[in-house]
């Protein structure tokens, strides 16, 4: 990783670990995390609450002993609903309390989605669910006020937008960074994602590169992207179907964007991150993807 101050991390997605309920087969974190290490990854994401131990005496060494770092936690919350918001910013803080504990510098916001956009995700229209002016405002809100208490013990807020959720499309980007206050909430650059809602994340990368914070790199398959869409697939279903590839493998520009963040100083982490869902009796072995990865990666930054 010569002449370059990047780091390679990845998260237990790449091993099919999801939030999401009934995702698939869940492998032990402590193989998952031995993997990592041997793979020559630098640090890990949380993964989904819960599934890392919450502990930080218990987790800390746990990590020690592998050589890895914490770098971050994708915390996904609903902002704009008053009667969950109490519960859902305890979340996050609880979240944030657990990060700053292991020294991890970065709480990676989403907002979670529902049925209606997991449905519509990649084919969102204009007359489709949307945030209406009041729940934008409650998110943005919301979002700050989470990036506040945050920044108060010493984390930086991204933002990522993700398929499937209320913050997916182009337009929708551009309006939660309106809303938000940017010395508060900056964007994880999730390449996958933002290609999978329609956007370009190189352009993106070299419009406002001082509010990325940090850096999702996750490819797409364009003929399994395409078919996904035709078929009107919902976004489980389509990673299902491995619309996300190991990076280097797909259609995302992925030395344009490694090559514009080299050129604005970005010196914060690059989580290789491949959605991937893992069926009951299947040999498959993320390693193997994860190692491809790495090494298309570790070759652009030298």
């Known amino acids: 990783m010569a002449g370059s ?71 996904p919350v609903t ?28 709480l990676v916001l989403a907002e979670a989605g529902d049925a209606q956009r997991e449905r519509i995700a990649g084919r969102v229209r204009d007359v489709d669910p949307c945030f209406s002016e009041e729940e934008w405002h409650r998110f943005a809100e919301g979002a700050n006020e989470i990036a506040s208490r945050a920044k108060e013990i010493g984390l930086i807020t991204a933002f990522h937008p993700h398929a ?31 290609f999978y809602g329609g956007g370009d994340p190189v352009a993106i990368a070299r419009r406002d590169p001082k509010r990325i914070r940090h850096v999702h790199l996750k490819d797409v398959s364009r003929e399994r992207y395409e078919h996904a869409l035709a078929r009107e697939l919902d976004f489980t279903a389509a990673v299902g179907e491995d619309v996300f590839v190991p990076v280097g493998e797909g259609a995302v520009d992925m030395k344009g ?12 982490w690059l989580i290789v991150e ?7 009796g299947s040999s498959r072995r993320p390693r193997v993807d994860a190692a491809k990865s790495h090494a298309f990666i570790t070759a652009r930054l030298r």
Request: proline share 7%; glycine share 10%; net charge negative.
């Open 274 to 280: 491949q959605d991937i869902r893992i069926a009951p």
């Open 164 to 194: 499937g959720t209320y913050v997916e499309t182009p337009r929708e980007i551009d309006e939660l960074m309106r809303r938000t206050d940017a010395s508060l909430v900056g964007l994880c650059l999730d390449t996958g994602h933002i």
């Open 79 to 106: 902002l704009h609903i008053p009667a969950r918001y109490e519960e859902q910013f305890a979340y996050a803080m609880d979240t944030c309390r657990l990060l700053a504990a292991l020294g991890a510098p970065v």
């Open 5 to 75: 101050a990047m780091k390679i991390g990845t998260a237990p997605i790449s091993w099919g670990v999801c939030e999401l309920p009934d995702w698939g087969v869940v492998m032990p974190y402590e193989r998952v995390l031995d993997e990592m290490a041997e793979l020559g990854y630098a640090g890990t994401e949380l993964g989904p609450w819960g599934y890392l131990p919450k502990d930080p005496a218990t987790l800390a060494p746990l990590l020690r002993e592998r050589g890895l770092s914490l770098a971050g936690a994708f915390c």
């Open 257 to 268: 964007v490694i090559g514009t963040l080299r050129d604005v100083g970005f010196d914060g």
